[in-house]
């Protein structure tokens, strides 16, 4: 299973990006996706994650009612749309496959990372 993370870029605070993120492969299945971000000398944390089949979603409470997470079973590709966005949001982030819920752990597969910068 590849993953491929892309619409990460430079924003002002208060503005909105959409991160997508492709899954392919000969196979794929997941019971859940989800996103990770890191910032710089921080360790990778929870975004939020969405289960592939019920569509039910958990979110870190420091994006809950700014950051959506959706998913597209047609087209194997998880959406994460951050809304009101905060310098404090900046970190590369990482989509995940795989597995489920908030620990990195549970995540057996791991895109490359996009850069998401929130200027003041």
């Known amino acids: 299973v590849q993953l491929q993370a892309f619409g990460g870029g430079l924003v002002q605070a208060t503005g909105s990006l959409r991160l997508s993120c492709a899954a392919s492969?000969?196979?794929?299945?997941?019971?859940?996706m989800g996103w990770f971000r890191q910032a710089p000398g921080k360790e990778r944390e929870f975004v939020a994650t969405?289960?592939?089949?019920?569509?039910?979603?958990v979110y870190a409470d420091s994006v809950k009612s700014r950051f959506t997470i959706s998913r597209d079973k047609a087209k194997n590709t998880v959406y994460l749309q951050m809304n009101s966005l905060k310098p404090e949001d900046t970190a590369v982030y990482y989509c995940?496959?795989?597995?489920?819920?908030?620990?990195?752990?549970?995540?057996?597969?791991w895109g490359q990372g996009t850069q998401v910068t929130v200027s003041a």
């Open positions: 995940a496959a795989g597995g489920g819920g908030v620990q990195r752990t549970n995540y057996a597969y």
């Open positions: 492969g000969r196979t794929f299945s997941s019971s859940g």
């Open positions: 969405i289960n592939w089949y019920s569509g039910n979603t």
